[in-house]
């Protein structure tokens, strides 16, 4: 590392040696927007706690780590439901797997403790990527510090992400490959897009795009487009991790404090060259004075909002609206596997597609679905490539190809999610229209 190696970006290096080696294990976010039944207003923060309350009072090995999260051990890992941005969001974060039909297993267990426990409390789940109908405002906003934390840099923008909801897969991955899959899954983010775009609707009408909670990411951090989207190509960790620290970085994190960086817009090479920087302390309400630490490197990464982005143990892939069933998130999980496992092949097809030709498709999946092109071609006949690919991954993982049943159908089709929901806005009434977005552990 270039200019500044001694101590802390030695420091750097020996822990992202400390990267596993591959292990193939494969993990999975959901999130839901939880809304009241009667109203189909987005729930209130009372109604939350009883959420919560509920999942841990009879959900099997749940245990409450404070009002708002939970966390069960399953074969030595945990999972946790966790807040997000918004009160109504709920986030179950899986145990990781490596086989698909023990993932699709836990996740229809937790998901049906979760569900159990509010069904007494008449709420809805909704499985899709963006209320139809709720404003995005400060009502909205989850009461924490690592949300407030944001508010310097974002300013109202961040009320737009109070009312979405999203699935992330990760891919554990050594330190040698961190690149390489991130260049190869990049390349599929606007076909997965384009098949998986679930939120057409916003504030009552509708929104002109498939995937308008997507749109509001690149809304929200306008003023910083370099850490939203597709990311730039890499050679090798390393570079990876030198990329990052030179995009804008806003909050880090001490123990449980959030600091907001004084020097806006700075970037964490900046500070790691300066050797120290000023920070307001959220909980502390006082500024400090901050020099470098590992902390600040992960927190960072964090908070880059690519399409693909590197964490301290995986590659998280997080373009893809919240789904209605069950089905549809494993088969995007076997979508990422197949296309790991393949990966040759996988890079073969991705190399065609530059950085640029990667961000025009991506901006034309999230507007048209699967009527849009990559580089000229019909999108649909580069996702019949890609799940091609992904089946032959498949088959190499000895997993059943019968999990890209969804994408397939949605290909054949030409018609994704958003496509009927368009359809079902325009015919059905408000409280039957939400009713039809209701999540199901059903297929």
């Given at each position: 590392m270039r200019g500044y190696e001694r101590g802390f970006d030695a420091n750097i290096a020996r822990r992202a040696s400390a990267i596993t080696e591959p292990t193939r294990r494969y993990g999975v976010e959901?999130?839901?927007l939880f809304v009241d039944r009667r109203t189909g207003e987005p729930i209130d923060?009372?109604?939350r706690k009883k959420v919560v309350c509920g999942i841990a009072n009879y959900g099997e090995g749940w245990e409450a780590v404070d009002a708002h999260r939970l966390k069960k051990g399953i074969n030595g890992n945990t999972a946790t439901i966790g807040k997000e941005l918004g009160k109504s969001i709920i986030e179950l974060a899986d145990v990781p797997s490596d086989r698909l039909s023990v993932m699709k297993a836990h996740l229809v267990e937790n998901a049906r403790a979760i569900f159990d426990a509010v069904e007494p409390l008449n709420v809805m789940k909704l499985g899709t990527g963006l209320h139809p109908y709720a404003l995005p405002d400060e009502r909205q906003l989850m009461e924490d510090p690592r949300y407030k934390a944001f508010e310097p840099m974002l300013g109202k923008n961040l009320y737009l992400h109070t009312i979405t909801a999203a699935v992330h897969v990760h891919v554990e991955v050594?330190?040698?490959?961190?690149a390489r899959v991130m260049n190869m899954l990049a390349a599929?983010?606007?076909?997965?897009a384009a098949i998986y775009a679930n939120s057409p609707i916003y504030k009552g009408r509708d929104s002109g795009m498939s995937s308008r909670r997507e749109y509001n990411w690149d809304q929200q951090y306008g003023k910083y487009p370099t850490i939203v989207g597709i990311p730039p190509l890499f050679t090798d960790l390393e570079d990876v991790l030198m990329k990052s620290i030179d995009l804008p970085s806003y909050v880090t994190t001490r123990g449980d404090d959030y600091l907001v960086y004084q020097d806006q817009p700075g970037t964490l090479k900046r500070f790691i060259e300066n050797g120290s920087t000023r920070a307001y302390s959220i909980y502390?309400?006082?500024n400090k004075v901050l020099t470098?630490?590992?902390e600040d490197v992960y927190t960072h990464l964090g908070s880059i909002r690519w399409n693909v982005r590197a964490r301290e143990k995986t590659v998280e892939l997080r373009i893809v609206d919240s789904q209605q069933n069950v089905d549809s998130i494993i088969s995007l999980v076997a979508i990422v596997k197949g296309l790991v496992a393949n990966i040759e092949k996988a890079e073969g097809l991705a190399k065609g597609y530059g950085v640029e030709d990667r961000k025009n498709a991506r901006m034309d999946a999230l507007r048209n679905g699967l009527r849009a092109e990559y580089m000229g071609e019909d999108i649909k006949?580069?996702?019949?490539e890609m799940l091609g690919i992904a089946k032959e991954g498949l088959a190499l993982s000895h997993e059943d190809a019968s999990c890209l049943e969804y994408p397939y159908s949605i290909v054949g089709s030409g018609r994704n999610m958003a496509d009927v929901h368009r359809h079902d806005y325009e015919r059905l009434s408000r409280d039957r229209f939400l009713e039809s977005l209701?999540?199901?552990?059903?297929?």
């Open positions: 959901v999130e839901w923060i009372e109604t050594g330190k040698e490959e961190v599929y983010v606007p076909v997965i502390a309400k006082e470098p630490a590992l006949e580069v996702a019949k209701e999540f199901s552990l059903r297929g």
